[in-house]
């Protein structure tokens, strides 16, 4: 295997150009364990990329493989902990195990988490909450005192830093309130399930109704990019889906679910019959791309999935498996570039507005979460 760091990949990414510019004739959707082993195979690739234990950031045009991303090695160590518990794979644990363990040596003291490209040793609301999914499932695979107390720092910090009305106004990216800090809540309350807090639970209610009152009459948000005005990706609007659905879940609350199901009936219209979605939408229900964001595709894929499984509405079913299915058909598994076999691209086609011209971690990891929350359904 060879994996490439060169300063500027232009010959790996000409191609990738080339086959999302021209008509060429694609070899069609494989099997779905074809397509998920490869995913697999590439996350691993991925966490191999760097020497810390964390990450990569993924492969991009701007220097190959990229630094480890503390954010997302988060919930990355969440899907090797399931695909070690639950599919057989034993030896993701140790790499699970390794990830929080480099997530606990770059925690900040006050138990934030920072991005380095946005002011090193500053916390972010969402960061920080990212991170507490990997650290929580750690703790149910019997992590250690040195994690508890990393994962306890963590949500005494996202409860400190709401503003007087527990809403998280500050730390946060561009400096505004943002509603797919809806999953952030959630991680609040997954740490609760491990270490109950009547404050947790405030905090994550006063964001989750926050973000409830930002539902426009079609069932989007305001508020849900990362910019404040612009229409938001796929990517952010799924994430606050997720986060509101999943936290109805754990409080067993209609309202969070009801609003999380709306907004999933406002998107559902506007998934053509190949799976294609535009990468953004605005709060009024409109697209606003003519590219699509593969890693939204996936991970509306994985909460319409959830959906099904509790309503039994077949509308959600087929949505998941058609937005699933297009990511699918853009993956490359016949390639012999090691760096990208596999991989997910942040848009289709790759010079999309979101996350262009890259692979990044995240994409192909929510992409092995839709695949294992898909099973059956892809054939």
Not at 14 to 26: F, H, N, T, Y
Not at 103 to 123: E, H, I, K, M, T
Not at 318 to 346: E, F, S
């Amino acid at each position: 295997m060879t994996l490439s760091n060169q300063a500027v990949p232009i010959a790996p990414f000409g191609k990738v150009i080339v086959r999302d510019l021209l008509p060429l004739p694609r070899p069609g959707i494989a099997p779905e364990s074809a397509h998920r082993e490869a995913a697999v195979e590439w996350l691993l690739r991925a966490h191999d990329a760097t020497p810390d234990g964390g990450v990569s950031y993924g492969y991009s045009i701007r220097g190959g493989w990229r630094p480890s991303y503390i954010e997302t090695t988060g919930y990355i160590a969440v899907t090797f902990y399931r695909l070690a518990a639950d599919y057989g794979r034993s030896s993701f644990k140790p790499r699970a195990d390794r990830m929080v363990d480099w997530l606990c040596s770059v925690q900040n003291r006050d138990g934030s988490f920072s991005n380095p490209n946005y002011g090193p040793g500053a916390g972010i609301v969402f960061d920080t909450g990212q991170d507490l999914f990997g650290l929580v499932r750690s703790i149910e695979e019997g992590a250690d005192v040195r994690v508890k107390k990393a994962a306890g720092n963590a949500a005494s910090w996202l409860v400190e830093i709401a503003d007087p009305q527990g809403r998280w106004t500050r730390n946060t990216h561009k400096g505004i309130p943002h509603v797919y800090n809806s999953r952030v809540a959630w991680a609040l309350l997954r740490h609760n399930q491990v270490e109950p807090s009547a404050d947790s639970v405030r905090v994550a209610r006063a964001n989750l109704d926050w973000a409830v009152s930002q539902q426009q009459a079609g069932g989007l948000y305001d508020n849900c990019a990362f910019e404040m005005g612009k229409a938001p990706f796929t990517h952010t609007i799924a994430y606050a889906i997720r986060g509101l659905w999943e936290a109805g879940e754990l409080l067993d609350d209609d309202v969070y679910r009801s609003s999380a199901l709306r907004a999933s009936e406002a998107l559902l219209p506007l998934v053509s019959e190949d799976g294609f979605l535009a990468g953004q939408v605005d709060k009024n229900g409109r697209p606003a791309a003519t590219y699509c964001c593969l890693t939204g595709n996936a991970q509306l894929a994985i909460v319409w999935a959830k959906m099904h499984r509790k309503l039994d509405r077949s509308d959600l079913k087929r949505g998941a498996a058609n937005v699933l299915r297009y990511v699918m058909a853009q993956q490359d598994l016949n390639t012999r570039d090691d760096n990208r076999r596999g991989a997910i691209k942040g848009s289709h086609p790759t010079w999309g507005r979101y996350s262009p011209l890259t692979y990044p971690n995240w994409a192909t990891k929510f992409f092995v979460d839709a695949m294992l929350e898909c099973a059956g359904w892809l054939s």
